[in-house]
C-alpha cells in the first residue's frame, strides 16, 4: 500500500514538474524565435548561438512536453486518456481547460513536423504554420493554470509571472521593431495583444486563483468526494487513508 501511493505521488510531482519546465522551455523558445525574426544576433558568431539555443530549448520543450503527457495518463488518478491528450475537449477530467492542452499539443507537433519537413514544404505553407505559435503559447499558459493544482503555490505563481513578463517583453519588442512602417498594424496587434493578456489576468484571478476552483473546473465529483475523504482521514490518522488515495 505504502509504496503504490509513493509511487502515485512520484507520477503527480512528475507530471506537475515537467508541466512547468515544459512551459519555461516553450518560453525559452519563443523569445529566442522572436529574436531570430527580429535579428538580434550582432556578429555572427552571436547569430548562430541564438539559433542553436532555440533549437535546443525547442527540442527539450518537447521532450518534457512528451514526459508530461505520459506521466498524466500512466498516474491515473484522474480519468485521462491517450486520446484524451490530443483530441480536444472530450476528457471526462476539466474537459475545457484539459482540451486546451491538448490543443497546444496537436500546435506542437505540426510545428516539429513542418520543421523536419521544411525543405519539401513550400515556405509560405511553413511559415503559416508557425505562426501558430503564437497561439500555442497562451493556450499551454491558459491549460497550466486551468489544469494545474498547485496555481495557489506562490513559486509557482512566480514561475508563471515571469514567463507572463517573457512573453509580454518580447511581443511588445517584436511589435515595436517589426511594423515600424505599418501603424495600423503594429496598432491592431498591439491592442489584440494586450486584450489577450488582460484577459489572461483577469480569468487567472477570477478563475483558479480563488478557493473552489477545481468543481468549478470540471473535476468529477468521485475525485473531489475521494480527496475530501482522504485529507480528513489523514489528518484523523496521520496517514493519507486507508484507500491509499492521495489528496491533491
Do not use: K
Not at 505553407?125 to 497562451?138: F, I, M, T
Not at 486584450?195 to 489576468?201: C, S, Y
Amino acid at each position: 500500500m505504502t509504496a503504490a501511493v509513493t509511487d502515485s505521488q512520484a507520477l503527480w510531482y512528475l507530471t506537475r514538474g515537467s508541466g512547468l519546465v515544459a512551459l519555461v522551455l516553450l518560453t525559452v523558445s519563443m523569445v529566442l524565435g522572436i529574436a531570430q525574426l527580429e535579428r538580434w544576433s550582432g556578429p555572427t558568431g552571436q547569430r548562430f548561438v541564438v539559433t542553436h539555443l532555440h533549437r535546443n530549448a525547442s527540442l527539450l520543450a518537447v521532450v518534457f512536453l512528451g514526459v508530461h503527457v505520459a506521466s498524466s495518463v500512466v498516474d491515473g488518478f484522474a480519468p485521462i486518456r491517450w486520446l484524451d491528450a490530443v483530441v480536444p475537449w472530450r476528457s471526462a477530467y476539466r474537459p475545457v481547460w484539459l482540451g486546451l492542452g491538448a490543443l497546444a499539443l496537436d500546435l506542437v507537433v505540426a510545428l516539429v513536423l513542418t520543421s523536419l519537413l521544411r525543405v519539401r514544404i513550400p515556405h509560405r505553407a511553413w511559415r503559416l504554420v508557425h505562426w501558430s505559435a503564437y497561439l500555442c503559447w497562451p493556450l499551454a499558459f491558459v491549460h497550466g493554470l486551468g489544469t494545474g493544482t498547485d496555481g495557489r503555490v506562490g513559486w509557482v505563481q512566480l514561475v508563471d509571472a515571469v514567463c507572463l513578463a517573457a512573453m509580454v517583453l518580447a511581443l511588445a519588442w517584436r511589435i515595436g521593431a517589426g511594423w515600424q512602417r505599418n501603424p495600423s498594424a503594429r496598432t491592431a496587434a498591439t491592442a489584440a495583444a494586450a486584450a489577450v493578456l488582460l484577459a489572461i489576468v483577469a480569468w487567472a484571478y477570477a478563475g483558479p486563483l480563488q478557493a473552489g476552483w477545481a468543481r468549478r473546473a470540471g473535476t468529477p465529483s468521485s475525485l473531489l468526494t475521494g480527496a475530501t475523504a482522504a485529507s480528513a482521514d489523514g489528518a484523523t490518522t496521520g496517514t493519507t487513508g486507508t484507500t491509499g488515495t492521495v489528496p491533491r
